[in-house]
């Protein structure tokens, strides 16, 4: 049979109510930070992505600009050197 003693052990090391609801709050406010943290890295990702395809336009607009001093060059006789 459980002798208060035994009952008064256990007690210091079992969760109580109050334990359990404290995990819940923090188990809810960890996932509302997980959720934010998800949501701003999708941002980023968006944002890197258009930097990524803008990066490619400017690109391709500095080689058809390249292309143009090419031929202006070639037409008056100049030589382009890099």
Known sequence: MLTSE??????????TREDV?????EL???KETV??????IDRLAKVVDDLR?????????VD?????FH?????LGIKLEY
């Open 6 to 15: 035994d009952i008064q052990k256990l007690l210091e090391v079992l969760a």
């Open 21 to 25: 609801r404290e995990i819940k709050t």
């Open 28 to 30: 809810t406010d960890l």
């Open 35 to 40: 959720h934010e943290l998800v949501t701003a």
């Open 53 to 61: 395809i803008e990066y490619a336009a400017v690109v391709m607009k």
């Open 64 to 68: 058809r600009h390249e292309k143009w």
């Open 71 to 75: 031929q202006i060059a070639e037409k």
